[in-house]
């Protein structure tokens, strides 16, 4: 039969170590372990129960509308999906989470092996780099840009814009920022 000093001892072991699992767990510095995601939209990923917002990028809105070269209107959240659904589809995606956002979501980085779809989806043009959280991804939006990929074909509202203005219904629509 344990001692009380054992037993007190593996009580006050278990409460330290949910306390850190908490505190690790509410600072974002979590590792998700690989597997199969499921994607929200663009720039978001769900895990299980957990809800991933990739770091970094910011993608079209799931609803937001995009111009192509030929001034044509198209679901450019809807594509910027699709390219994401395309780009996980059938591969084990790690996650490693660097901070929670204000809707409880894993800011995180999240890798294919070596891939870093962060930066991928810059890449191909359907995220812009967000340079107001991170400059990582500035290189990978300049080469979009140049190369006209994705949402650089055409024009677009900047997603932070979108996401205001449509926050705001009785805003100036008519003062529309679109990017070239």
Request: glycine fraction near 8%.
């Amino acid at each position: 039969m344990p001692s009380f000093r054992t037993f007190r001892d593996a009580l006050v072991f278990l409460l330290v170590l949910t306390l850190v699992l908490l505190l690790v767990q509410k600072l974002g510095l979590v590792d998700l372990s690989a597997g199969a995601v499921q994607v929200v939209d663009g720039d978001s990923l769900r895990k299980g129960d957990t809800d991933i917002r990739l770091y970094g990028i910011d993608a079209p809105e799931y609803r937001q509308s995009c111009y192509d070269r030929n001034r044509v209107e198209y679901p450019c959240g809807k594509k910027a999906a699709n390219i994401l659904r395309n780009l996980v589809k059938g591969h084990d995606v790690s996650c490693t989470s660097i901070d929670t956002d204000r809707y409880g979501r894993a800011v995180s980085t999240c890798k294919i092996n070596s891939l870093d779809l962060n930066g991928e989806m810059v890449r191909q043009g359907w995220a812009v780099a967000y340079v107001r959280h991170s400059v990582s991804y500035v290189k990978q939006e300049a080469e979009a840009r140049r190369a006209r990929r994705g949402i650089w074909a055409g024009t677009f509202e900047n997603p932070e814009d979108y996401r205001a203005r449509t926050r705001n219904i009785h805003g100036d629509l008519t003062g529309e920022r679109l990017q070239d």
